[in-house]
């Protein structure tokens, strides 16, 4: 597990699904989702702490104005 897509397609074989339009939020959202799968013993200490690794870069990069839901950062 190395992208956030990743962790997408593992929250989706639980039956999560995420996207509310908002990049920050929806990672925030998954951050709670993959807790809670470790905290009732459906993924392992492993997999979770890869999650969160994920999770928490991608969170730090969008706060400091890195990914957008499908907007262009090229300005012409």
Known sequence: MKT??????L????????YTGNRLGDLQLMEMEIKELHEFNCI????????RLVLIQ??????KGGETYGKSNDRC
């Open 4 to 9: 956030v897509y990743d962790i997408q397609q």
């Open 11 to 18: 929250l989706k074989r639980f039956g999560i699904f995420i």
């Open 44 to 51: 392992d200490a492993q997999t979770y702490q890869t999650a």
């Open 58 to 63: 991608a969170i730090n990069d969008n706060r």
